[in-house]
C-alpha cells in the first residue's frame, strides 16, 4: 500500500505564498507521474499541475504562478505556489500514478487566501 501524506496547506493573504509538500512511502521511481488537484467547495475536484519524468504540465489559471517539483531522494512532490488569490481556496491533494496502473491520494490539505 501506499501512502501519501501533504502539509504545508493555511491561511495567507492574497499575493501570498505556500509551499505544499506530498512525501510518498515508496520510491519515487515506481511512478510514472504525479499531480496536484484541488477541490473547492461546492466544486469539482481540478488537475492543478503534473509532473512526469521528463515534463510539467499545469492549469491555465495557475501558469507563472505554481511550481511542481520532486526530490526523488525524499520521495517528496512539492508545489510552490505565489502571487495566491482567493480563488485558489481549495483543499489540495497529492496523487501518484504506479508504473502497474494503480492510483493513489493523499489526505488533504486546506489553503485559504483571504483578499
Known amino acids: 500500500q501506499v501512502q501519501l501524506v501533504e502539509s504545508g496547506g493555511g491561511l495567507v493573504q492574497a499575493g501570498g505564498s505556500l509551499r505544499l509538500s506530498c512525501v510518498v512511502s515508496k520510491t519515487l521511481f515506481s511512478f510514472n507521474g504525479m499531480g496536484w488537484y484541488r477541490q473547492a467547495p461546492g466544486k469539482q475536484r481540478e488537475l492543478v499541475a503534473t509532473i512526469t519524468r521528463g515534463s510539467t504540465n499545469y492549469v491555465d489559471s495557475v501558469k507563472g504562478r505554481f511550481t511542481i517539483s520532486k526530490d526523488n531522494a525524499k520521495n517528496t512532490v512539492y508545489l510552490q505556489m505565489n502571487s495566491l488569490k482567493p480563488e485558489d481556496t481549495a483543499v489540495y491533494y497529492c496523487?501518484?500514478?504506479?508504473?502497474?496502473?494503480?492510483?493513489?491520494w493523499g489526505q488533504g490539505t486546506q489553503v485559504t487566501v483571504s483578499s
Open positions: 496523487s501518484v500514478n504506479h508504473v502497474l496502473g494503480a492510483t493513489y
